[in-house]
């Protein structure tokens, strides 16, 4: 009973000590007292020294929430009982928030700089005439391949994943909708087909690709591709540039069929509490110079035609994370496939991860 | 010593209400309703008779199965010598403190250690054995698996050997028994519940595990938990989601009447 | 002839396996390249990030008081509850107890977190103060702990000697004088187990937490999985290597200083029998 006794107190003062360390930490940052803004955002997708230059010139404390995925994210938010000012989802998950109504419409009369953003980048089918959303960065979903060991040449189309010697050396990144989608795209189709000839077509063709796939993953294929775990990737081109940074052998290609092109856009959910706050923010990420900070700290596209201006030559002209506008004709955004059809997409992807082996 | 026995139970019983059983109940009444909110048995016949699901079923069965024998087989040895040991709490604590590190970096340490340009292949590449392909295959994912859960099954088995009575295995040593009968007879039957316990910590959560699938499994095998996450985050289907959930609680009613408390009956 | 440790070679490489990941992880934390993929060079940078990281030094913080916080209170409920249904009279209804106890192990943790976020939201809804935040966590933490601790105690409830409480009994003792002297003592092992596991549940715990979390209160475990994405930083393994040596210098120093105070007390003890002997 003593040994309890004495464990018991022991921890109870552990608890007190890391209580106080707490508040003191909190304290020594100046965060207590100021008014607050709650950014729900992907884990580390802002430069830190952003965050902090923001908090110096207008005075509020940010709260940085994270999160790993948008569907988690839409979950906490459509549930209630979070008081987030600016979140950052992707644009199909965007659509799906304007018609849940979990947005709020922008009053474009307190937006300064929305003229910097790239005229393509906007008034997209996700959210015509950006009545609620702010591009943030972008990207596109394409080939990542090691040059150890299959030639450029040889990786141009969708249609090279089903190549013979790729056997068991491709990875597939874990998403429905891309997976089928290339599928769809490989067959000339839109990637956003709702049509069930078109899907079976797809997915009977994806299944004669499944002997060269040797794992299905997601954000830790940046990983096995740097440890050339794998021959080529289906991955992002945010994902890409990681591993292009890690092994100078990888490389990016955007097939030429065509492809999908991502968002992530900013929000201001309507649970905000801060929306001024979140103007400010918003304001303050479309100035060319923390638009072009951030482009360099992420390594993503930045969507900023003034930051562009800024960003050093070698990563503007780079023409696999921003490609040629032929090219771009061919990128397509997602929309939001509705219950139904999210659901067909994702069991018909099911059944594809299991019919491997 | 009922009335305060029922009074030590209270802020128990109260959690099991308002955790436990509001959550099931929510849990069952929700696998009823179908992706548009109507009321529906579409889910468990999706589950039921498409072979997709039951494929899944034993799969999870299958591996948490596997990974469980494994875990015995290797935690039962490091339990019974632990007891031998001199300072054997301190290793005990030695032991559990891995788990203290987060899990997603120590798949990524195993990452790096089973890659094709990793820790083992290097050394295999230097013993002349050539690179392997380790990661992405059932023996990866059944170490990494068995890893995470070890603490989990030596824990209780170390405590229940720990407690036993020292004379009872002199006692079996005097009536002729050698060590081999000793611990088939004696130590064995009476760390039995030990072992019941770390069987139920150990095989119950493995069926549900998704993240070990795909990061050391590369998805190569489906068990429930992915579709659980798939239905509950990115369809947003909770009426299927929940009906997996369900059949998974039937699942542990059965494990626990298979491995729960006999009638203590007269010993044979 | 010496017999050969066998079981010695044994634990020695159950300790192997158990912290090469751990070790890797510490080796990778000094490397000057950005990632684990290949060491490049020596370098601090990663520790000092970790330092001059304020929001992260404060979510380390907030882990560990959730940790101990929540274990001790689920230590407590688990422990009564263990023993409610140890004393409970009937076979089946104890079966069922510990059946409905082992839901929460059994369940996914992506249907805990969306349940619980559910329950707290509408008590969010009846409540016009309360909002996610630490408290909702906190109160999940204990929930998803207790059924470990129950496993954890039970057992030993069952190696106990109903006959010590009898003659406790027998000698005069009240029930709290029970508890507290026979019963309680008794369960130590399974009471710290179930302490240890609990406490390693909500370290390790992720999508409960992310569902019922909000108001920036977040755990390292939140913050890693986000991480994912863009990658994790050195300055994680650093935090994780410093994390790690910490504990172990709380467990080691914790287990000297107990055995000490057990020595020094028996050397009293044996000291005052000794005097009182030789009276």
């Known amino acids: 009973m003593k040994k309890l006794q004495s464990l018991i107190i022991g921890i109870i003062l552990i608890i007190v000590v890391l209580l106080l360390g707490v508040r003191q930490l909190e304290k020594s940052t100046g965060m207590a007292g100021a008014q607050v803004l709650n950014i729900y955002n992907w884990g580390d997708y802002i430069d830190p020294e952003l965050l902090k230059k923001f908090e110096e010139e207008s005075g509020y404390k940010v709260n940085y929430d994270t999160f790993d995925s948008n569907e988690a994210m839409f979950t906490k938010i459509r549930q209630g009982g979070t008081a987030y000012d600016i979140s950052i989802p992707s644009e199909y998950m965007i659509q799906k928030m304007i018609d849940e109504k979990l947005v709020l419409p922008l009053d474009h009369a307190k937006i300064k700089g929305l003229e910097n953003i790239d005229a393509r980048f906007l008034n997209l089918s996700f959210d015509p005439e950006n009545s609620y959303s702010i591009p943030y960065f972008w990207g596109t979903l394409g080939i990542a391949y090691n040059d150890k060991f299959i030639s450029a040449d040889k990786m141009t189309s969708w249609d090279d994943l089903w190549r013979p010697e790729l056997k068991d050396n491709i990875m597939l990144i874990d998403g429905a909708r891309e997976i089928i989608g290339l599928g769809l795209n490989s067959l000339g189709y839109s990637l956003n087909s709702k049509n069930m000839e078109e899907l079976d077509e797809a997915v009977t063709k994806l299944r004669k690709m499944t002997p060269n796939v040797k794992a299905i993953v997601a954000d830790e294929i940046k990983m096995y591709m740097a440890n050339e775990e794998s021959a080529v990737a289906v991955t992002f081109s945010g994902e890409a540039a990681d591993m292009m940074a890690e092994n100078e052998h990888i490389h990016y290609v955007i097939p030429k069929e065509g492809s999908n092109l991502w968002f992530d856009n900013i929000v201001i959910p309507k649970t905000a509490k801060n929306v001024d706050g979140a103007y400010e923010f918003i304001n303050f990420m479309l100035r060319p110079e923390n638009a072009a900070q951030n482009a360099e700290y992420i390594g993503y596209s930045t969507p900023n035609k003034k930051a562009l201006d800024i960003l050093p030559k070698e990563i503007t002209e780079d023409e696999q994370f921003y490609p040629t506008d032929e090219l771009m004709s061919h990128l397509e955004v997602y929309e939001d496939l509705g219950k139904e059809y999210l659901g067909i997409y994702n069991d018909l992807f099911l059944e594809l991860k299991m019919y491997r082996k | 010593m009922t009335k305060i026995r029922r009074l030590y139970a209270i802020p128990y019983m109260f959690w099991l209400v308002l955790f436990v059983i509001a959550p099931v109940l929510m849990i069952v009444y929700q696998s009823f309703f179908d992706m548009n909110g109507q009321f529906s048995l579409i889910n468990y016949q999706s589950y039921f008779a498409s072979g997709k699901y039951l494929t899944m079923t034993l799969n999870s069965v299958w591996y948490a199965f596997l990974i469980t024998v494994i875990t015995l087989l290797i935690s039962y040895p490091t339990a019974y010598f632990l007891t031998k040991l001199k300072h054997k709490d301190l290793w005990l604590l030695l032991i559990i403190l891995p788990t203290w590190v987060n899990l997603l970096l120590k798949a990524y340490a195993f990452i790096g250690i089973f890659g094709i340009n990793g820790s083992i292949n290097s050394f295999l590449t230097f013993t002349g054995i050539g690179p392997q392909q380790i990661l992405f295959t059932d023996f990866s994912f059944l170490v990494v698996a068995t890893y995470i859960e070890l603490p989990f099954m030596i824990m209780p088995i170390y405590n229940a050997l720990e407690e036993m009575n020292p004379s009872l295995i002199s006692a079996s040593r005097d009536l002729g028994a050698n060590s081999f009968e000793t611990f088939r007879r004696v130590v064995f039957p009476l760390s039995l519940n030990g072992v019941k316990s770390g069987v139920q910590a150990v095989f119950i959560p493995s069926l549900s595990l998704f993240m070990l699938t795909r990061l050391i499994g590369g998805n190569r095998v489906i068990t429930l938990g992915t579709a659980i996450e798939q239905h509950f985050l990115v369809t947003q289907n909770w009426g299927m989601g929940s009906t997996i959930g369900v059949v998974l609680i039937i699942a542990m009613f059965v494990v626990m009447i298979l491995t729960g408390e006999k009638k203590k009956g007269g010993k044979k | ?279």
Do not use: C
């Open chain 3, 1 to 279: 002839m010496k017999k050969f440790p066998w079981s010695r070679l044994y634990l020695a490489l159950v300790f192997v396996l158990l912290y090469a990941p751990i070790f890797y992880l510490i080796f990778y934390s000094f490397n000057d390249g950005g990632t684990m993929n290949s060491f490049t060079g020596f370098t601090w940078d990663n520790y000092t990030a970790v330092f001059e990281d304020s929001r992260l030094l404060i979510i380390v913080l907030n882990t560990f008081m959730l940790a101990f916080l929540s274990a001790l209170a689920a230590t407590a409920i688990g422990t009564f509850g263990a023993m409610a249904i140890y004393y409970t009279k009937q076979r089946s209804t104890r079966n069922t107890l510990l059946s409905l106890n082992n839901i929460l192990l059994v369940s996914p943790d992506v249907i805990i977190g969306a349940s619980f976020l559910i329950f707290f939201t509408m008590i969010g809804s009846l409540f016009r103060n309360f909002s996610l935040g630490f408290m909702s966590v906190l109160l999940s933490h204990i929930a998803f702990s207790i059924p470990i601790v129950v496993l954890m105690v039970l057992p030993k409830l069952h190696e106990m000697n109903d006959s010590m409480v009898d003659a406790a009994r027998d000698l005069g003792a009240n029930n709290f004088q029970v508890v507290k002297n026979i019963i309680l003592p008794f369960l130590s092992p399974g009471i710290i187990a179930g302490y240890f596991m609990a406490f390693t549940y909500s370290l390790d715990d992720f999508a409960v937490t992310f569902f019922v979390t909000g108001n920036g209160f977040s755990t390292l475990s939140v913050e890693i999985y986000s991480r994912a994405r863009q990658g994790i930083s050195l300055e994680i393994n650093a935090l994780s290597t410093l994390v790690f040596l910490f504990s172990m210098i709380l467990v080691v120093g914790y287990y000297f200083i107990s055995k000490e105070n057990v020595s020094r007390r028996v050397r009293k003890n044996r000291k005052k029998r000794e005097v009182t002997d030789l009276q």
